[in-house]
């Protein structure tokens, strides 16, 4: 489930609110205001919640060092595209003591060389490689460059969901939960629960 950026009191509500109702993942949006206090409180209400970061390319102005180790008590499992596409060479080589995945800077395979050494994982939606057919093929070919994958979505109906399937059965991070930010889904769409998705 994704927990929207806000005021600190709010996006730590949010995120209380859906562990109550059994999320087991938390995807926090971030963005340059109160990185680590709101990551604070939100560990403070999901305790044993698993949390991902996405740092919607906002931190580039950031030190990143002191910052992926201020992050590093709270037991985060990953963080999303923390500098802005493009700038993804500021990462290279760079300690971190929290794996990093790309996402805006990686659509197709033809950005992948660029990722080597700046990433751990990416995050594969078939919106940006514009299929399941080029995202099957960014899959194998991310792996055999020692990545892993992440599977994410844009807002969308369980329709969408569905076809990601494919990459999200062997993903190590799944986030498909356009659905349920949707006013209303499609007639036998997938069903969110106690932190499962089912058919």
């Given amino acids: 489930m994704t927990v929207s950026v806000a005021e600190l009191s709010d996006m730590a509500e949010q995120a209380k609110d859906y562990v109550s109702q059994g999320a087991t993942l938390l995807k926090v949006k971030l963005d340059d205001q109160a990185v680590v206090e709101k990551i604070a409180a939100i560990r403070a209400v999901a305790p044993s919640a698993k949390i991902i970061v996405d740092a919607n390319e906002a931190w580039a102005q950031f030190d990143l060092n002191a910052l992926f180790a201020s992050l590093k008590p709270f037991n985060i499992t990953m963080i999303e595209q923390p500098v802005p596409s493009g700038q993804d060479h500021l990462l290279k080589g760079m300690e971190h003591p929290i794996p990093l995945c790309a996402d ?22 078939l919106d940006k490689t514009g299929g399941l ?43 498909l939960d356009g659905p349920v930010l949707l006013g209303s889904d499609v007639e036998k769409g997938l069903t969110y629960e106690q932190g499962q998705l089912t058919l």
């Fill in 133 to 175: 057919t080029e995202a099957l093929a960014l899959e194998k070919e991310a792996r055999t460059a020692g990545l892993s994958i992440m599977c994410g979505c844009m807002l969308g109906s369980s329709l969408a969901m569905k076809a990601a399937l494919p990459i999200a059965t062997n993903a190590e991070v799944v986030d």
């Fill in 104 to 125: 805006e800077s990686c659509h197709t395979r033809e950005q992948l060389p660029d990722l080597v050494d700046c990433y751990e994982m990416i995050n594969i939606k």
